[in-house]
């Protein structure tokens, strides 16, 4: 019974985390057991709910057996996530098994014992909801309850191997003292070691981080590596969803206007639908004008779009607008425009990715700006932010939707800002404004310096702002070093255009 | 303290089958009783392959485990029963056995 499995492929069965699934190719080995090990609040007694919860969902049933939190508290605790255990346990999809330590019951040890009743409780549990699923949370509280350590040791193996003939598909949690260390306390690994995953929260440049990881499953494949998570209210643990969703975009040659003419035609007809654009400029150089075009281009032809604002007010925005001819309160009538003004700080970058989706997911944009990138940028690490930025262009694209962020660069007069260092190899399209000193005057440059997939005018181009937005002139002549932030005039003129690229 | 002749010992003991653990707590605590406890102790054997929900509700992990239900307070012993003192603390027979001889004596 047990070798016929060696020539079988090894069946997954969904932990109820869609991108974790992805991530394992599946789901967690079905009839085996699977040990989630963690430190303290890294999230194993959600992943030991949601397990069961996503079960009962496709009508697989589940046993609960708690060696930390009583049941009741449990049930209590679960409920801010959307799981009403007490109604499955009252339909009959869901036993506890409550192993949790009766703080009001004196316990004298007195000669040798075994788990029997436990693993009876455990059996007659699985017997009476017909349970496929088990969670058991968590192992090191069951070694604390009793003073003969290799007697728990042995008789937690002797369930495991149990519920591996029973059918069942079993994860377990184990404690962990560290993020980075022994996969677990007490030698627990040591019987249950085919199938790990670990769970972290990791305070990182004093900012938590939560990833999982899956260390190993025997002899089936899975992605490696740590995934950022984050445990949300009605949904508990979300996987930020990186290279696995990546692979799925399909990248179109459909071309939307950018709502500047000019710019239209040096990006050789329009941005691409499926692409992500990045505007990267110095204070006051019009950046959030290009998003208001790019936002009006849109409402122009009947499409919807989000303006993400994490700079301006909401007042301010409308006001900006107006004063380049746009009417944003009209376009917000229509039902054209959604406007979220936000503090970056309010939340960590995880959860702005997922606030951004849910966002998507509802309103269905077809144009996505982001006002800007720089000032989330500085709420989270920098590992945090290019997983964020991974994370949003993904689906961005794979929602067939065209988006438009922009940077700010720390010097007003060229260099690149340290967001577009960051993320520059993610976007399909960098435009770049800049100051440019002339013969005493400030004038305002434009330049495509990037245009993944089509060919676009490599030169820089002088743009006026009035009160119908932006307009774009001639090349710059006779100018050199403008994108260094040190123009420099150059008689001859035919070198003019000789600058960087 | 009440005079421990008024106290009936309700007691009740866990065990998976007929294992030779569970023979050997039996004797055990049977030996213990006779001895501590002749005439005053009612004893209930459970066996928690027959009667698990049983268990489940008394929340008990290991076996055997002997629970005395009465006198107050509640108390476990957990194991074979083979360490005698133990037990006589679990059951609270002689917690503090010299300074009650000396109140007696008083």
Known sequence: MKTSSDSMPVRKISTGIPTFDVIAKGGLPANRTTLVSGTAGSGKTVFATQFLAAGIGEGANGVFVTFEESAPDIRANMRSFGWDLARWEKEGKLAFVDASPDPHVETVEAGAFDLGALLARVEHAVKKVGAKRVSVDSLGAVFSQFSDQSTVRRELFRISAALKSMGVTAMMSAERTSDYGPVARLGVEEFIADNVIILRNVLDDEKRRRTIEILKFRGTDHQKGEYPFTIVEDGGIVVIPLSAIQLRQASSNVRVSSGIKELDAMCGGGFFRDSVILVSGATGTGKTLTVTQFLKGGADRGERCLLLAFEESREQLFRNATGWGTDFEKMEKDGLLKVVCNYPDVQGLEDWLLTIRRLIDEFKPKRVALDSLSALERSGTSRAFREFVIGLTSFIKHEEITGLFTSTTESLMGGSSITEAHISTLTDSIILLRYVEMLGEMKRGLTVLKMRGSMHDKRIREFTIDAKGMHLGDPFHNVSGILAGAPVHVNDPESGESGHS | ?106
């Open chain 2, 1 to 106: 303290m009440n005079e421990p002749a008024a106290n009936k010992y309700l007691l009740k003991l866990y065990v998976t089958g007929t294992s030779s653990r569970t023979a050997q707590a039996i004797e055990n605590l049977r030996r213990i009783c006779d001895q501590e406890l002749e005439g005053r102790y009612e004893l209930e054997i459970v066996d928690v392959l027959e009667q698990p929900q049983a268990a489940e509700d008394d929340r008990i992990l290991a076996t055997p485990t002997l629970i005395k239900q009465l006198p107050p307070p509640l108390r476990r012993v957990i194991g074979d029963l083979s360490d005698r003192e133990k037990v006589l603390l679990g059951l609270e027979l002689r917690p503090l056995d010299h300074p009650a001889r000396n109140l007696a004596d008083q």
